[in-house]
């Protein structure tokens, strides 16, 4: 129930930010290194947001898994300890 709740809120997020995107029409330069391009400011505001919260996901996911497969390799040394004790 709790992850339907922050899934919730997240996508409530992210309909607030494409509302208020779809009622700017106003244009935005910007000047790249190299280029330079006019952008939508609804364009870049999705843009934006969605690479933030795809670095966010990769950094949680990075974070939670590490643990996780420590934990997983601990148990299997746990269960091998075990199991060698046991034919002794």
């Not at 509302?19 to 700017?24: D, I, L, P, S, Y």
């Not at 966010?56 to 148990?75: D, K, M, N, Q, V």
């Amino acid at each position: 129930m709790k992850y339907f709740f922050i899934f919730l809120f997240i996508l409530i997020i992210t309909i607030i930010f494409i509302t208020f995107g779809a009622q700017n029409n106003q244009f935005i330069h910007i000047n790249y290194l190299i280029s330079q391009r006019d952008y939508r400011v609804s364009t870049l505001l999705v843009t934006i947001f969605s690479i933030g919260f795809f670095i966010g996901w990769i950094t949680f996911s990075l974070c939670y898994l590490r643990p996780y497969i420590s934990l997983c390799r601990a148990e299997k040394k746990f269960k091998k300890l075990i199991k060698s004790k046991k034919n002794f």
